[in-house]
């Protein structure tokens, strides 16, 4: 699919297999998804814009180059949180923008119940962060709700999809680039990614 971007990098095949594991426990977990987030944010950002400029060095003048576009971080909480500092100390310019939802575990449809976005778009480039690419439910009301607010280009970065969820995603928003550290073989009959990680927010965060 056009636009779908498995990493293949050896340093992420590591660490998703130690996230992955159920023996992995909440701190070591948080560790790991802010480290992965920020591999994949170095794929995800190799198209950003660049303004040339010159630098003073102790020896002379060199050339160099600013981003040009202000990026803005798009966390869905929860399990967004975790990807969301790794990713900003890399690009300190970034806003955030957080977007709360949440699954009804019966439908499997998202709830939104947070978004303090203002009236009119603050960044040039939006990526959405958010672990999990289940349905594609979450994943694709929130570009909705970007897309409402005016955002022109909008990428999404997960760890872990189903091959549903990127079909939802992909099919709803063609335009929006999806970034993954691995595309997992199904959904299971309760909505979850098998073989997945289990409950990503439950086990950043312990509530589970
Ligand atoms: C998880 C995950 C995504 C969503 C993915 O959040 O972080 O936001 O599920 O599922 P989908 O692709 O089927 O929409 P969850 O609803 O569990 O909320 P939480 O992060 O607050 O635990
Ligand atoms: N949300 C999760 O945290 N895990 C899944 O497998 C699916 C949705």
């Not at 806003?95 to 976005?117: A, M, S």
Request: aromatic share 6%; net charge neutral.
């Amino acid at each position: 699919m056009r636009n779908v971007y498995e990493s293949a990098h050896p340093l992420v095949k590591h660490k998703l297999t130690i996230l992955r594991d159920k023996a992995t426990k909440p701190k070591k977990f948080r560790e790991l998804i802010r480290e992965i987030a920020i591999l994949l944010a170095y794929e995800a950002t190799r198209d950003l814009a660049l303004a040339p400029t010159t630098v003073e060095t102790p020896m002379g003048l060199a050339p160099g180059a600013f981003l040009q576009e202000q990026i803005g971080l798009v966390p869905v909480l929860r399990a967004g949180l975790g990807m969301v500092e790794g990713v900003w100390e890399m690009m300190p310019g970034s806003e955030v923008w957080h977007i709360g939802l949440f699954r009804d575990e019966r439908t499997l449809k998202p709830v939104q119940y947070y978004n303090k976005l203002p009236v009119s778009p603050t960044v040039q480039v939006c990526i959405v962060l958010d672990p999990m690419l289940a349905t594609g439910g979450s994943a694709s009301a929130t570009v909705d709700i970007l897309k409402r607010w005016g955002a022109q280009r909008i990428k999404y970065m997960g760890i872990i999809a189903a091959p549903e969820g990127i079909q939802t995603l992909h099919d709803a928003h063609p335009d929006v680039d999806i970034h993954l550290a691995a595309v997992d073989e199904k959904l299971n009959e309760i909505g979850y990614i098998v073989p997945g990680l289990g409950d990503a927010g439950d086990r950043q965060f312990g509530t589970g």
